[in-house]
């Protein structure tokens, strides 16, 4: 157990609807991290929050976002979904955003789009 | 630009043998940082060993140790007497810059199967 905690593990939905996935980091972390993980894309770096601050972007679509709360829970939130975006989303949690330190991820959302 | 590559699709190892996972990158900063993960068929990622540029010796982590070589910006895996446990994807990824707001990239990975 990795100590992150992400929900729902499974969310089926349709076409040009939007989801929100969720993440608690592990306890401590004050840095979190999501991910795409598709067959055909790999594993692809979203986009990372420090503290409540957005800190680095990766590949992350304009129709996705994410924010970092107070609590240092984080959303994402996908809108207008479309089938490509079915993929297995991580998050990930580390203790800093400093570049060696290890992330722990949770177990993933798999979205499925209809 | 950051460019991480894992040449291995897939590995086919006999039990208790030691394995090499290959890992070549590419970066023009300095300062970076290398790390392995594992992906059983279960789907959750497991962190397996890191490695800073800056670090003098190769990571060693249990029966995982990395074999870094500068020069030819390689970071390879090893892992020692493999167990069937042992049996899933595994990932080279980079981060760039020590307290860096950079992306971390990862590689295609390599399928890694023990046979008993």
């Known amino acids: 157990d990795s100590g992150v905690t992400q929900t729902p593990k499974h969310l089926i939905t349709a076409t040009g609807q939007r989801v929100t996935l969720r993440c608690s980091p592990r306890s401590g972390d004050l840095s979190v991290y999501w991910y795409q993980q598709s067959l055909d894309q790999g594993l692809q770096f979203l986009i990372q929050?420090?503290?409540?601050?957005?800190?680095a972007k990766g590949n992350i679509l304009e129709r996705f976002s994410a924010q970092q709360f107070p609590d240092l829970h984080s959303e994402l939130n996908l809108s207008s979904l479309e089938l490509g975006d079915s993929a297995l989303y991580f998050c990930?949690?580390?203790?800093?955003?400093?570049?060696?330190?290890?992330?722990?991820f949770g177990d993933g959302t798999r979205l499925s789009i209809l | 630009a950051q460019k991480i590559t894992q040449t291995q699709p897939g590995m086919f190892v006999q039990e208790k043998e030691a394995v090499t996972l290959d890992c070549t990158y590419d970066t023009s900063d300095p300062s970076y940082g290398l790390f392995w993960y594992k992906q059983p068929s279960s789907g959750e990622m497991i962190f397996l060993i890191y490695q800073g540029s800056y670090d003098q010796q190769n990571a060693t982590e249990g029966r995982y140790s990395l074999n870094f070589q500068k020069a030819r910006k390689s970071a390879n895996l090893v892992i020692s007497a493999s167990q069937l446990g042992d049996s899933a994807m595994y990932f080279c990824?980079?981060?760039?810059?020590?307290?860096?707001?950079?992306?971390?990239?990862f590689g295609s990975g390599t399928r890694l199967s023990i046979r008993p």
């Open positions: 990824a980079m981060r760039e810059g020590v307290w860096s707001a950079s992306k971390i990239i």
């Open positions: 990930a949690s580390s203790v800093d955003g400093k570049g060696g330190q290890p992330q722990h």
């Open positions: 929050y420090y503290n409540g601050e957005e800190r």
